[in-house]
């Protein structure tokens, strides 16, 4: 089976633009949550999705949104990026049960300038 | 009070010798517990879940789960210098949201 892909690997924006990144899952894993990681404050909760369903939600300004569609991809969107935002934005998907482990992507590179 | 902390770092153990690395939670209702290894660079890799009382080994990794007492641990034997890492241990809730402690991190003296 083909892993968690993100897209894209690497991206810089300037304060105040806003960006998208993608998330495929696993074939056939209905969850996908994503998490910031930053050096200081560790892997942050941001979302989890299941079945195009927000499931949980962590404690995120409404800048930081995000959805799930019909075939499980995801997408996660950060509007008016501030400086801070700059982090390593990491995916995970799985099968959506309550013992399930997340198996992660290999992240996002976002620096805000 | 953090909802997953683990023993601060670094941890630097010699070559052959066990790692044991610790990890506490808040919330007693949690339901299934996971070790992460990260590399530098790297995105986290699963290493173990565990979630009955008692203890998991899958090779040289054995981890031990305590719910009254709300601990989880992961002995690392007959380390080896590729285990030099970042452990993360990952605590999931009634709500199946999934929850990291800040991580240890493991350096293996050869």
């Known amino acids: 089976k083909a892993g968690v892909t993100q897209t894209p690997r690497y991206l810089i924006k300037t304060r105040g633009q806003q960006v998208t990144l993608s998330c495929s899952p696993i074939?056939?894993?209905?969850?996908v949550s994503w998490y910031q990681q930053t050096p200081g404050q560790g892997l942050q909760f941001l979302f989890e999705?299941?079945?195009?369903?927000?499931?949980n939600k962590g404690n995120f300004p409404g800048r930081f949104s995000g959805r799930q569609f019909s075939n499980s991809r995801s997408e996660m969107n950060v509007s008016t990026l501030e400086l801070g935002d700059s982090a390593l934005y990491l995916c995970?998907?799985?099968?959506?049960?309550?013992?399930?482990?997340?198996?992660f992507g290999n992240g996002t590179r976002l620096t805000v300038t | 009070q953090k909802e997953v902390e683990q023993n601060s770092g670094p941890l630097s153990v010699p070559e052959g010798a066990i790692a044991s690395l610790n990890c506490t939670y808040s919330?007693?209702?949690?339901?299934?517990f996971f070790w992460y290894r990260q590399y530098s660079g790297k995105s986290p890799e699963l290493i173990m879940f565990?979630?009955?009382?008692g203890d998991k080994e899958d090779g040289r990794f054995t981890a031990q789960l305590n719910k009254a007492s709300q601990y989880v641990s992961l002995l690392i034997r007959d380390s080896q210098p590729s285990d030099s890492a970042t452990y993360l241990c990952?605590?999931?809730?009634?709500?199946?949201?999934?929850?990291f402690g800040a991580g240890t991190t493991v350096t293996v003296r050869a």
């Open positions: 074939s056939g894993h209905r969850s």
């Open positions: 999705y299941f079945s195009e369903t927000q499931r």
């Open positions: 565990i979630y009955s009382n």
């Open positions: 995970a998907s799985a099968d959506g049960q309550i013992n399930s482990p997340l198996h």
């Open positions: 990952a605590v999931r809730a009634n709500d199946y949201k999934l929850s």
């Open positions: 919330d007693r209702g949690s339901q299934s």
